[in-house]
């Protein structure tokens, strides 16, 4: 598999299923190269997985290492689309594996080389049951951060939820950001203390921060899944996704 140095979330990754595929970019490289463009790119080998998680853990001014959250990841081709609460069982077979007594010893080398702050490590386990829990160290906050200081708020109602989000297109620019609320909550889909459940928006600007460049500019939605149910989390996740085809938004998978 080839890694883009600079992609996001799972973005720029290619997967080399065969030699053609393979001679076709050697081909397209060494034409770029020819032209005295430089190329990087990271290789790595396709393992067998069975999930993706990430830790998010802390390092202070100090040097003082908290962990703060594992999340499991969902990936749709190599590319993040949701992070979610592991269930104990999974927190027991990494608490086995030696998991986080490993995480310090990279917060300390990180610390040793002059960071400090928030760090989110990509890893996996394998079909095999096998560990692997260096795939990608990332030295900034992260979206599974972010998951994680919304369960902050929402564990004082004791209930959890599932980071995701939508990337659209409005094809109306006469419906706005205030009538998707309304439209949202006119259909229940909005979280609320009543219900104790629905989405909880994270993100506003990010929906139309290219509205005034181009008509039907791509915008994305964070959101929250909250409820105590795991499917009826998948289910709120169909229905929002069904709610913004109808109304005015087209969506990018």
């Known amino acids: 598999?080839?890694?883009?140095?600079?992609?996001?979330?799972?973005?720029?990754?290619?997967?080399?299923?065969?030699?053609?595929i393979l001679e076709r970019i050697v081909s397209y490289i060494a034409s770029q190269e020819q032209k005295g463009k430089a190329t990087q790119f990271i290789l790595e080998p396709l393992l067998s997985k069975k999930e993706d998680f990430s830790c998010q853990f802390y390092i202070s001014a100090e040097g003082v290492i908290t962990i703060l959250a594992v999340n499991k990841l969902l990936n749709v081709d190599?590319?993040?689309?949701e992070s979610c609460t592991p269930d104990q069982p999974f927190m027991q077979v990494l608490e086995e594996g030696n998991y986080f007594t490993?995480?310090?010893?990279?917060?300390?080398?990180?610390f040793k080389d002059g960071y400090y702050g928030h760090?989110?490590?990509?890893?996996?386990?394998?079909?095999?049951g096998e560990i692997i829990p260096l795939i990608e160290i990332n030295a900034r906050k992260s979206m599974s951060l972010i998951k994680h200081q919304v369960d902050r708020y929402l564990q004082r109602h004791e209930l959890k939820?599932?980071?995701?989000f939508l990337s659209v297109s409005n094809e109306d620019?006469?419906?706005?950001?205030?009538?998707?609320?309304?439209?949202l909550e006119k259909e229940g889909l909005l979280y609320s203390l009543r219900t104790g459940k629905g989405i909880f928006p994270l993100s506003?600007?990010?929906?139309e921060v290219n509205k005034q460049i181009k008509k039907a500019a791509k915008g994305r939605l964070y959101y929250s899944?909250?409820?105590?149910?795991?499917?009826?989390?998948?289910?709120?996740?169909?229905?929002v996704r069904s709610c913004f085809s109808k109304h005015a938004y087209k969506i990018h998978n």
Do not use: H, R
């Open 119 to 128: 760090v989110c490590v990509d890893s996996m386990i394998l079909e095999d």
């Open 225 to 239: 899944l909250v409820s105590k149910d795991e499917e009826e989390k998948k289910l709120l996740n169909e229905q």
């Open 204 to 207: 506003a600007n990010t929906l």
């Open 78 to 81: 190599f590319a993040y689309t």
């Open 102 to 110: 490993l995480m310090e010893k990279v917060a300390n080398e990180l």
């Open 1 to 20: 598999m080839i890694k883009d140095l600079f992609g996001v979330s799972g973005k720029g990754n290619l997967l080399i299923p065969s030699i053609q």
């Open 173 to 183: 620019p006469n419906f706005s950001y205030e009538q998707l609320l309304n439209t």
């Open 161 to 164: 939820g599932n980071l995701s």
